[in-house]
């Protein structure tokens, strides 16, 4: 179910007329914003010829299912493996794309992949990608569906065309989960908590374990604006002790703080400074933690105590 980003969906529309696809896209926004959801949209589109029908139902057509659960063979989904607590895209997984491609490029088929997580390739699987990616396949498109083109290797974000998902408004969300038979004070609760990602929103009002846990996000991320200290030493505490689960973290406070900012301006709140202040730093941080060993308790804990200095030491 795609919600929103209407400009977006016309825009691929009119490449698909036109037959003007291009060969690879990273698709960035936030997790749960709708990256995945149109990627497959467009491969209904381009697999399913009931697509043209209007008010076609993809929720119930065979052909839009089996590509959305990831069952159709000309539409091949890469996700993540869950190594303990670590996600992660394994150099196997894109060998056994690569015998894919190669297989079915002696057959002349179309097809469509997408790498969902595409910053989770480690070291030698973005290696094997990108030769992947350089190989002259014919028929075939590539999207990279990614928190950040800036986490994806520089040789591989030069070679694919970036698409920005921003958030969807919480208006247009709520109005998809009372749709779903979602009620009515649940899903204005989810809504708030989702801050513009309807994927999200979808997800926590069907799974109270991670309702809890969103929950939770939201609020201790409002402890970067709190005016009392013993609330902001609580960010370095409860700081994943494992370094990829902290730059997670570290993301869904920055989209929350985002959230909140938006909601400040619209209400002329004075405190929009603070907010602001706090995610430069945090958006700092994470690119940081990305590109350097520092040492991100040390770093939050600078944050914590600096609220005016628009720095960071490592």
Sequence with gaps: MLIGHERIVEYFNNLLKRERLAHGYAFCGPEGVGKRTLALYIAQNIFCPEVIIRNHKRDVCSICISITRGEHQNTIVIKTDNDGAKKNISIEQIRQLRKKLMLKEMEGRRRIIIIDGAEFMNTEAANAFLKTLEEPFSNINFFLITQSVSALLQTTASRVQSVRFNVVSDGKIEKALLAKGIEEKL???????????????????????????????????????????????????????????????????????????????????????????????????????????????LALEQIIFDRTENKIYH
């Design 187 to 297: 899903a204005k609760e989810c809504v708030s908590l989702a801050n513009g990602c309807p994927g999200l929103a979808i997800a926590i009002a069907q799974d109270k374990e991670l309702h809890a846990a969103t929950k939770e996000i939201n609020k201790t991320a409002k402890y970067f604006i709190s005016d009392f200290i013993s609330e902001r030493l609580k960010l370095p505490v409860i700081l994943a002790e494992d370094r990829e689960e902290a730059a997670l973290q570290i993301n869904k406070w920055l989209l929350v703080l985002e959230g909140l900012m938006r909601e400040q301006l619209q209400k002329g709140d004075p405190k929009v400074r603070l907010t602001a202040n706090s995610a430069e730093k945090l958006l700092r941080l994470a690119e940081l933690v990305k590109n350097t060993n520092i040492n991100i308790r």
